[in-house]
């Protein structure tokens, strides 16, 4: 059986912090090979709806919304779920949808970005957890998520977590084809991971755009929901 390279948790510049079009994802896709991609903008599945209608890879129409908490990722996803509910509430809207809630780092702390402890608290509505962080550093963070998966006998992922065009794919999954959500939780379950870390250029980048935004001045590409590229 052929097996499909699968991006987890990519963002393209309807996320504020990210550069990658949709037009420059969906190149990226057929110049590397990606059958699949699941897009995670942060509370916005605009991006996702975006790639899938240029792109011929199958595109997961997700986002990494903020919760109270910390972050969560929805996949298979109609509808925007709203910002600034407790980590329970986002996970039952997740699943209210029909979509698969994700874990991504989350015992990565830094800007409150992991679940941490609440991670165990919502473990019962969790489908699957991310092992590894391409852009998380820290070994130890990405330890206790292997050892929290493990532990709740969950599935396991790598995630890209891209947001610049310099470094797209440092890891993905190798799964078989899959349709709707059920049979793409179970393709995780038997898939390949290839794990794998963004390099330091690419956190250079990150910051400086960032550090931009955050100062007000005009960043080199369109982002948001209103971007042309």
Request: aromatic share 8%; charged share 15%.
């Given at each position: 059986?052929?097996?499909v ?12 912090d990210?550069d990658i079009?949709?037009?420059?994802l969906a190149?990226?896709?057929d110049r590397?090979?990606?059958g699949?991609?699941?897009?995670t ?13 240029i ?25 925007n779920?709203s910002?600034?509910l407790?980590a329970?509430d986002t ?7 029909g ?5 991504p780092h ?9 679940l941490?402890k609440?991670?165990?608290e919502i473990?019962?509505?969790v489908?699957?957890?991310?092992v ?8 130890r963070?990405d ?18 977590d891209?947001?610049?065009?310099t470094s ?10 899959s ?5 793409f939780?179970?393709?995780?379950n038997?898939a390949?991971?290839?794990?794998g870390?963004h ?5 250079l980048?990150?910051?400086?755009r960032v ?11 369109p ?7």
């Open positions: 059986m052929n097996h390279k699968t991006l987890i948790h990519v963002h393209t510049n309807y996320s504020f990210s079009s949709p037009k420059a190149s990226f896709a590397e090979d990606i699949c991609i699941a897009v903008d942060h509370d916005t599945i605009e991006g996702a709806k975006h790639l899938a209608a792109s011929p890879a199958n595109v997961i129409v997700g986002s990494e919304i903020t919760t109270r908490d910390g972050h969560l990722i929805g996949l298979f996803l109609k509808e779920i910002a600034g407790s329970r996970a039952e809207a997740i699943k209210q949808q979509g698969l809630v994700f874990l989350p015992f990565v702390l830094a800007f409150g970005c992991g941490g609440m991670s165990w473990a019962d509505l489908d699957a957890v991310e590894n962080n391409a852009q998380n550093l820290s070994a963070a330890r206790l998520a292997k050892q929290f998966a493990a532990k709740r006998n969950l599935p396991s992922f790598v995630g890209a891209s947001h610049m065009q797209i794919a440092p890891c993905y999954q190798l799964m078989r084809p349709a709707g959500p059920a049979d939780l179970a393709a995780l038997s390949t991971l290839v794990p870390f390099p330091l250029s690419y956190f980048s990150t910051g400086l550090a931009r935004h955050l100062l007000g001045f005009s960043l080199p590409t982002f948001g929901l209103h971007a042309a590229a």
